[in-house]
């Protein structure tokens, strides 16, 4: 008897609980690839990830939450996961497969999204809000337009030690750009195949 009623107690404090919202969780949305959802603070841990071990970075689109893992990848191809917490994760390889993750992007290209954050009131709250400089559209959109920057940035400060026809190579380039390798190991890559 004493058992049943226990076990009767405990349904009731249950019910009780569920009423008031206290056992109720709620999962979090896995991320959706969109650079502006995340948080600063997240990003300020990137960056110091980034500043230890590698100077690009990659958001893997698979993962739980709002933190994504993420890998930091150095000159040397050397590849560091870590978890939403910044923790070193071991990944599959697969985590960060085309299709799976994000471009690369490089440390200036991060501290461009937090200093776009800002705080935006929408009602009675105040939301925190993280924008990428550029234009709008999906997460690959705007990392395709930061590897554009990029290029052109690096193009604009070597013009003068770059080979005259480098141009008529763009496309190439940003391929390069876009399978990881900075903007200069990219030039750096096309003058030795060409030039």
């Known amino acids: 008897m004493k058992i049943k009623g ?3 107690c405990s349904d009731r404090i249950k019910s009780l609980l569920l009423e008031q919202g206290i056992l109720n969780t709620k999962r979090s949305k896995r991320w959706n690839g969109s650079m502006d959802t995340l948080e600063a603070d997240y990003l300020k841990g ?3 990830q980034m500043k230890a071990y590698g100077e690009r970075v990659q958001f893997s689109l698979s993962g739980p939450g709002q933190r994504p893992n993420y890998r930091v990848v150095n000159t040397f191809d050397k590849k560091m996961a870590f978890d939403g917490n910044h923790h070193l994760l071991r990944t599959e390889e697969h985590e960060f497969a085309v299709g799976n993750a994000t471009v690369m992007l490089t440390v200036g290209q991060i501290e461009q999204t937090i200093a776009g954050i800002g705080m935006v009131k929408t009602g009675s709250a105040t939301v925190r809000k ?3 400089v550029g234009s ?3 997460a690959a959109a ?3 337009d930061l590897l554009d920057v990029q290029k052109y940035e690096y193009f604009k400060n070597n013009m ?3 080979p005259e026809g480098i141009r008529a190579y763009s496309q190439q380039v940003t391929a390069l750009m876009k399978q990881g390798m900075s903007a200069e190991a990219a030039f750096g890559e096309i003058v030795q195949q060409y030039f």
């Open 6 to 8: 226990f076990f009767l």
């Open 142 to 144: 705007r990392a395709g």
């Open 46 to 48: 990137v960056i110091t």
């Open 130 to 132: 993280t924008r990428v």
């Open 136 to 138: 709008g559209g999906t």
């Open 160 to 162: 003068q030690k770059l």
